[in-house]
């Protein structure tokens, strides 16, 4: 587990740690790309997309960006499964877009 600041820093600069969550950011960018528009939130999905095509755009920056993000999960370390991995891309893809959260009902 990251326990302080300096290890997550530590992971998110990690070469390889980067590249990993480069793939899952490629996967979740493919997935956000072919979902359907919410009527009730076109905004929303307008700011998911563009950050899909973003991410192919500049694929290093963004490797970048998520590795930051996804670093600071405090259960996130180098040995973290693929799974964790991508879940935590997804969870925090919304942020990264500046998509707002779907209100409560």
């Known amino acids: 587990m990251a326990s302080t600041l300096a290890d997550s820093a530590e992971i998110a600069a990690f070469p390889t740690f980067t590249r990993r969550v ?6 979740a960018a493919v997935a956000v790309g072919s979902e359907a528009e919410d009527p009730n939130f076109p905004n929303r999905t307008q700011l998911r997309r563009a950050l899909a ?3 192919f755009a500049n694929p290093l920056d963004y490797g970048s960006r998520f590795a ?8 996130i370390t180098l040995a973290s499964s693929d799974s964790d991995i991508q879940y935590t891309v997804n969870s925090v893809w919304d942020t990264i877009a500046g998509a707002p959260p779907i209100p409560a009902s």
């Open 68 to 75: 930051w993000a996804v670093a600071t999960n405090p259960v």
């Open 53 to 55: 095509t973003n991410v």
């Open 22 to 27: 480069l793939a899952a950011v490629s996967i």
